[in-house]
């Protein structure tokens, strides 16, 4: 695997497994002389013909961010870098390649169709030197990752890419259970809401002699399951018994409707990177879907993530940790971890551990149902945005993006109809949102859930 840096302005970093550092960087307190620096990495296939012209869209992008700079701060440097796909690809066994599909489209072991692909990564760097004032520079680093975010995601959909939101996950990257465990003691220690989880989980999977046969995490790919999921991994690799052969994590998925394409992806990629097995179980309701469960598998734990917020009071007060499924209801013993815990518990568990997450998060979705009726939050909007210093340059902008739009189209020859089919997606007709860490009401989570 040869990689080739192009206009590179600073060093790629050797290690390629960057999980959600701009949000962690970006929660760290900065003052006097501390530099604080936000990364955040996006990778993707394309024809080799459409490197140059994506490589002065990257160009252009930059050029529109440095009238947000006051007196260089914060600086910025990115790394464009390629990578030969053909000889990627074929040293991934068969088995992975299955899990890192993109749209079903690698089957088998057919890689000469993709031969002309070319694997490109690119990498941005913020950086603030000497600040004086905290929260603008956060505020300042906030709309900047939004921005970039944004329009490398609209640069991906002109240019046709197949599109791999996922960097985070790459086949030779395993999840190192031991610097795991580590972490989470340390910030059990801490924090008494993530040592009551840590305990909870421990000591009900004991319960069930570590059998992962007899457990399971109800699992859909959202944060708070996500993080059961981080702290149910970390604790049954580390305390692994040799007479257990099977290993695997049993994911319970009831699917009663589809999911974003991110979503799905999202859920593929987990398996490999935890090591779980996911038990897809379809039906109309969660209810009947359940006990076809109760049929074919020999679970007696059913861990969930379920806050009492996602209740209205009357029901959430009767919750408990540990109880059975109610009557007339398939036998489980749910287990609830989580009941206690807020819309910020939740952010900070993932961001203080670099736990991956679903990328739909880091586009303004703060809570995620079926994608029918499943939006954004206005309340993240870059427009409602509390920078005043950057907010004039939103509208220009904005501007600029429609040209260089029209500029790209006839650069790579797309017909008017791509328009139509979403290939070309109007940036001014769009919002740009933050991600989902930084809604700081808890009450609104849901309220654009329509």
Same mark, same amino acid.
């Given at each position: 695997?040869?990689?080739?840096?192009?206009?590179?302005?600073?060093?790629?970093?050797?290690? @390629? =497994?960057?999980?959600?550092?701009?949000?962690?960087?970006? +929660?760290?307190?900065?003052?006097?002389?501390?530099?604080?620096?936000?990364?955040?990495?996006?990778?993707?296939?394309?024809?080799?013909?459409?490197?140059?012209?994506?490589?002065?869209?990257?160009?252009?992008?930059?050029?529109?961010?440095?009238?947000?700079?006051? +007196?260089?701060?914060?600086?910025?440097?990115?790394? %464009?870098?390629?990578? @030969?796909?053909?000889?990627?690809?074929?040293?991934?066994?068969? $088995?992975?390649?299955?899990?890192?599909?993109?749209?079903?489209?690698?089957?088998?072991?057919?890689?000469?169709?993709?031969?002309?692909?070319?694997?490109?990564?690119?990498?941005?760097?913020?950086?603030?030197? $000497?600040?004086?004032?905290?929260?603008?520079?956060?505020?300042?680093?906030?709309?900047?990752?939004?921005?970039?975010?944004?329009?490398?995601?609209?640069?991906?959909?002109?240019?046709?890419?197949?599109?791999?939101?996922?960097?985070?996950?790459?086949?030779?990257?395993?999840?190192?259970?031991?610097?795991?465990?580590?972490?989470?003691?340390?910030?059990?220690?801490?924090?008494?809401?993530?040592?009551?989880?840590? @305990?909870?989980?421990?000591?009900?999977?004991?319960?069930?002699?570590?059998?992962?046969?007899?457990?399971?995490?109800?699992?859909?790919?959202?944060?708070?399951?996500?993080?059961?999921? *981080?702290?149910?991994?970390?604790?049954?690799?580390? +305390?692994?018994?040799?007479? *257990?052969?099977?290993?695997?994590?049993?994911?319970?998925?009831?699917?009663?409707?589809?999911?974003?394409?991110?979503?799905?992806?999202?859920?593929?990629?987990?398996?490999?990177?935890?090591?779980?097995?996911?038990?897809?179980?379809?039906?109309?309701?969660?209810?009947?879907?359940?006990?076809?469960?109760?049929?074919?598998?020999?679970?007696?734990?059913?861990?969930?993530?379920?806050?009492?917020?996602? =209740?209205?009071?009357?029901?959430?007060?009767?919750?408990?940790?540990?109880?059975?499924?109610?009557?007339?209801?398939?036998?489980?013993?749910?287990?609830?971890?989580?009941?206690?815990?807020?819309?910020?518990?939740?952010?900070? %568990?993932?961001?203080?551990?670099?736990?991956?997450?679903?990328?739909?998060?880091?586009?303004?979705?703060?809570?995620?149902?079926?994608? @029918?009726?499943?939006?954004?939050?206005?309340?993240?909007?870059?427009?409602?945005?509390?920078?005043?210093?950057?907010?004039?340059? +939103?509208?220009?902008?904005?501007?600029?993006?429609?040209?260089?739009?029209?500029?790209?189209?006839?650069?790579?020859?797309?017909?008017?109809? $791509?328009?139509?089919?979403?290939?070309?997606?109007?940036?001014?007709?769009?919002?740009?949102?933050?991600?989902?860490?930084?809604?700081?009401?808890?009450?609104?989570?849901?309220?654009?859930?329509?």
């Amino acid at each position: 695997m040869s990689k080739n840096p192009v206009n590179s302005s600073t060093t790629m970093p050797s290690n @390629e =497994f960057i999980l959600n550092a701009e949000a962690q960087n970006m +929660n760290r307190k900065c003052s006097n002389n501390v530099q604080i620096s936000l990364e955040y990495r996006f990778s993707f296939y394309l024809e080799r013909s459409m490197i140059d012209a994506f490589q002065s869209l990257l160009s252009d992008l930059f050029h529109q961010l440095y009238p947000m700079m006051i +007196n260089g701060k914060p600086s910025i440097s990115y790394t %464009f870098t390629i990578i @030969e796909c053909f000889d990627y690809f074929r040293n991934i066994p068969t $088995d992975l390649l299955r899990l890192y599909e993109f749209d079903d489209k690698f089957i088998g072991n057919d890689y000469d169709k993709y031969s002309n692909l070319i694997k490109c990564q690119f990498f941005y760097q913020i950086n603030s030197k $000497d600040s004086s004032d905290d929260n603008q520079d956060r505020q300042k680093f906030a709309w900047i990752q939004a921005h970039v975010r944004h329009r490398i995601r609209q640069l991906s959909l002109q240019l046709s890419l197949l599109n791999d939101n996922f960097l985070n996950f790459l086949p030779s990257i395993r999840f190192d259970s031991r610097d795991s465990y580590r972490r989470l003691k340390q910030l059990a220690a801490i924090d008494t809401k993530v040592h009551g989880l840590f @305990e909870c989980c421990r000591e009900q999977i004991k319960k069930v002699h570590s059998d992962p046969k007899r457990w399971c995490l109800s699992f859909n790919g959202g944060k708070d399951c996500t993080v059961l999921l *981080h702290t149910l991994a970390t604790i049954h690799l580390a +305390n692994l018994n040799d007479n *257990h052969s099977d290993t695997l994590i049993n994911l319970l998925w009831i699917k009663t409707s589809e999911l974003f394409p991110e979503q799905e992806l999202y859920l593929r990629r987990i398996q490999a990177f935890y090591g779980c097995r996911m038990n897809i179980y379809p039906g109309e309701d969660f209810k009947s879907a359940l006990y076809d469960v109760r049929k074919n598998e020999s679970f007696e734990l059913v861990f969930m993530g379920c806050r009492r917020t996602d =209740f209205d009071e009357k029901i959430g007060s009767t919750l408990t940790t540990v109880q059975p499924t109610d009557e007339g209801w398939p036998e489980f013993i749910r287990i609830n971890p989580l009941l206690d815990w807020t819309y910020q518990n939740v952010w900070q %568990f993932l961001l203080n551990l670099q736990v991956p997450y679903c990328p739909l998060y880091d586009y303004g979705y703060t809570s995620i149902d079926r994608p @029918e009726n499943t939006h954004p939050n206005p309340s993240l909007s870059i427009r409602n945005f509390p920078c005043s210093s950057l907010k004039h340059h +939103n509208q220009q902008t904005l501007m600029n993006d429609e040209n260089k739009t029209s500029e790209l189209s006839k650069r790579i020859d797309l017909d008017d109809d $791509d328009d139509k089919n979403n290939k070309i997606c109007r940036t001014n007709n769009e919002e740009i949102y933050l991600p989902a860490y930084l809604l700081r009401r808890d009450d609104m989570e849901r309220c654009f859930r329509h």
